[in-house]
């Protein structure tokens, strides 16, 4: 079956620009996590949804980032105002449930802010 | 901070088996061991995890020590495919609502011809 995706794979932008990542998890399942990866870096979390609430968001780095996911499917991941150092590769997860921490990452966005 | 020490870097011959080490020393009894790997501008992908019992699935196999501290993946016929950054994870329930990964640096493997 189709795997998450992220759209678009990769967006460049000025500073100071808002920008949104798309993500689409698996069909059905309820968890989806947001991760953001730096040069040479193991991917760090930065939010997570069971359903439509953010049920943990504290790996979010400042109130310039945002995340939504209004029907429980697809996640849109908001930068305001991005910075030089926003530049890094996001990347989604999916899970069937909560208590599963068997997660299906997407290709991820390359976001590069000149 | 990651729970977990991996080695940098490793090689192997192709057609090997690809041992790699973990250390997890401060693992706790409901935390388990997953392992995930990167291959280069790709996201990480799920390969194997346990809890205190050796595991075995089509891509790899798990053994964990008798004290829990440490583990290895074994890939028994290692590809050129197989090239990738190798993270081993202790998870468990973050008390904030989620199972979210702490990833390290992983250790790169490099298959050679």
């Known amino acids: 079956g189709a795997g998450v995706s992220q759209t678009p794979s990769n967006k460049v932008t000025e500073k100071g620009k808002y920008v949104e990542l798309r993500c689409d998890p698996i069909?059905?399942?309820?968890?989806l996590y947001w991760y953001r990866q730096s040069l040479g870096q193991g991917p760090e979390f930065l939010i997570y949804?069971?359903?439509?609430?953010?049920?943990?968001d504290s790996g979010l780095p400042n109130d310039r980032f945002f995340a939504v996911r209004p029907e429980g499917s697809v996640s849109t991941l908001k930068i305001q105002r991005t910075e030089r150092g926003d530049s890094a590769v996001y990347l989604c997860?999916?899970?069937?449930?909560?208590?599963?921490?068997?997660?299906?990452f997407g290709p991820g966005t390359r976001l590069l802010v000149l | 901070d990651a729970k977990t020490t991996q080695p940098p870097s490793m090689d192997c011959a192709e057609g090997r088996a690809a041992n790699l080490p973990c250390n997890h020393s401060?693992?706790?009894?409901?935390?388990?061991v997953y392992w995930y790997r990167q291959i280069h501008s790709q996201g990480p992908q799920y390969i194997i995890h346990?809890?205190?019992n050796n595991e075995t699935n089509e891509m790899a196999s798990l053994i964990i020590t008798e004290d829990r501290k440490s583990s290895t993946l074994i890939l028994p016929h290692a590809t050129l495919r197989d090239t990738a950054v190798y993270y081993c994870?202790?998870?468990?329930?973050?008390?904030?609502?989620?199972?979210?990964?702490?990833f390290g640096k992983g250790t790169k493997l490099s298959v050679i011809p």
């Open positions: 069909s059905g399942h309820t968890a």
């Open positions: 949804f069971q359903g439509t609430g953010a049920a943990d």
């Open positions: 997860a999916s899970s069937p449930d909560r208590n599963q921490e068997t997660q299906y």
């Open positions: 401060t693992i706790s009894g409901n935390e388990y």
């Open positions: 994870i202790v998870s468990g329930y973050s008390g904030a609502g989620s199972y979210q990964l702490t």
């Open positions: 346990g809890l205190k």
